[in-house]
């Protein structure tokens, strides 16, 4: 998946359904997968009670000046959409930068593995009863969403896997290149 740091953007959100139209209104260009649990139903999603796991595989091969992107998320589904969680490349670290209340403005940043770019990523992103546990090239980190912020119990989500380039500058070449070579989403009660 590529994304040029100046290219179109998306208008109707990230997470609005086909057809998409493209063009300078969001902050960033993307190409990403979203999970739909009903092809027709874009508010059928999964909460945090059960098991849910993303297993995923990529190589980040370029990126843009601000050197980052995000390759992986568990977005939620609400009047603001924010993202739970979102795995990000950033200048060779992979990360996970996670939203500790519903109503936080700022993520908690847990760095996971250091990463070349054009070497594998492997991860798995796992919700567990609201114990959010990521893993990235076999270092873990766990958080328990539930005991963190109990709102998190009301809300809904899937999840995403892609390239959501962060730069929106830059020369007309600039911008993010990931490759997907594994993904695998798993749900349980």
């Given at each position: 998946m590529r994304?040029?740091?100046?290219?179109?953007?998306?208008?109707?959100?990230?997470?609005?359904?086909?057809?998409?139209?493209?063009?300078?209104?969001d902050d960033y260009q993307l190409g990403e997968l979203r999970e739909m649990l009903d092809p027709d139903d874009e508010t059928v999603n999964w909460t945090g009670y059960g098991t849910h796991i993303l297993e995923g595989q990529c190589k980040v091969t370029q990126i843009p000046s601000t050197r980052r992107t995000f390759i992986a998320q568990i977005h939620g589904f609400n009047e603001t959409a924010d993202p739970l969680l979102k795995l990000r490349y950033d200048n060779r670290v992979v990360e996970a930068l996670v939203r500790e209340t519903v109503a936080a403005t700022n993520d908690t940043c847990f760095p996971l593995a250091t990463v070349d770019l054009g070497d594998v990523i492997a991860y798995q992103i796992k919700m567990t009863d609201g114990l959010l546990s990521v893993t990235v090239n076999g270092t873990s980190q766990s958080v328990?969403?539930?005991?963190?912020?109990?709102?998190?119990?009301?809300?809904t989500f899937y999840f995403k896997a892609g390239n959501y380039c962060q730069d929106n500058a830059g020369t007309p070449d600039e911008g993010a290149v990931v490759s997907f070579y594994h993904l695998n989403v798993n749900h349980s009660p």
């Open positions: 994304a040029l740091a100046r290219g179109p953007t998306l208008v109707g959100g990230r997470d609005s359904v086909p057809p998409r139209h493209f063009l300078d209104i328990n969403m539930f005991q963190l912020d109990p709102a998190w119990t009301n809300r």
